[in-house]
């Protein structure tokens, strides 16, 4: 799974012959624009997944983890 940055011939063929799925969002000014093989769901979860991580690395204390305890790193999270 990538970001539409990802979305070029090469990066897909090599995935492929890897035996990957590809789960890349095409970009609109791809020639070939059909999203064959893309599964909406699936990407959505990983956005999502994404902004827990951002919203996380805002909280100064859960990034670099200066609580001593796991009781309190735990209640952090």
């Known amino acids: 799974m990538a970001d ?3 979305s070029n011939k090469n990066v897909r063929e090599k995935l492929t012959n890897k035996k990957i799925q590809v789960i ?3 970009k609109k000014n791809f020639i070939d624009s059909k999203n064959d093989g893309f599964d909406i ?3 959505k979860i ?3 997944i994404e902004n827990l991580f951002a919203r996380l690395k805002q909280f100064r204390s859960i ?3 200066y609580d001593k305890s796991n009781n309190n790193f735990a209640s952090m999270v």
Do not use: F, Q
């Open 4 to 6: 539409r940055v990802y």
């Open 24 to 26: 890349i969002p095409k």
């Open 41 to 43: 769901h699936v990407y």
């Open 46 to 48: 990983r956005h999502l």
């Open 63 to 65: 990034a670099t983890r």
